[in-house]
Nanobody, 125 residues
C-alpha cells in the first residue's frame, strides 16, 4: 500500500508562486506515473499535470502549460508541482495521485490507484 502525504499550498496573490509536495511511503513511486489533479468549488476533478517514470515524460493540461512544472526526486520518493504566475482560477484543492502499474504519464484519473489527502490553494485577486 502506498501513502501519499501532501504539503505546500496556501494563500497567494495573483502572480505569485507555490510549490506542492507529494511524499510517498510504503512503496517507491519512482517507477510509475504520478499525476496532479484539482477540484475547484462546484466543479469536477480536473487534470493538471503528470510525470512518468522518466522525468522527461511530462504532460500538462492547457491551463498549466508554461506556468506549472512537475518534477521528481526519486531519492526522497517525492514529486513536486511548482506553480508560478498563479491566477484566481487556479484556486482549488490539489491532489497528487500515483499509479501502481502505469509507467508513462497519463492525464486520466482512472489510471491512478493512490491519492493524497489534498491541499488547498487559494489565489486572491
Amino acid at each position: 500500500q502506498v501513502q501519499l502525504v501532501q504539503s505546500g499550498g496556501g494563500l497567494v496573490q495573483t502572480g505569485g508562486s507555490l510549490r506542492l509536495s507529494c511524499a510517498a511511503s510504503g512503496r517507491t513511486v519512482s517507477d510509475y506515473a504520478v499525476g496532479w489533479f484539482r477540484r475547484a468549488p462546484g466543479k469536477d476533478v480536473e487534470f493538471v499535470a503528470t510525470v512518468g517514470w522518466n522525468n522527461d515524460d511530462q504532460y500538462y493540461a492547457e491551463p498549466a502549460q508554461g506556468r506549472f512544472t512537475v518534477s521528481r526526486d526519486d531519492a526522497k520518493n517525492t514529486v513536486y508541482l511548482q506553480m508560478t504566475n498563479l491566477k484566481p482560477e487556479d484556486t482549488a484543492v490539489y491532489y497528487c495521485a500515483a499509479s501502481r502499474s502505469q509507467r508513462y504519464s497519463s492525464g486520466s484519473r482512472w489510471q491512478y490507484d493512490y491519492w493524497g489527502q489534498g491541499t488547498q490553494v487559494t489565489v486572491s485577486s
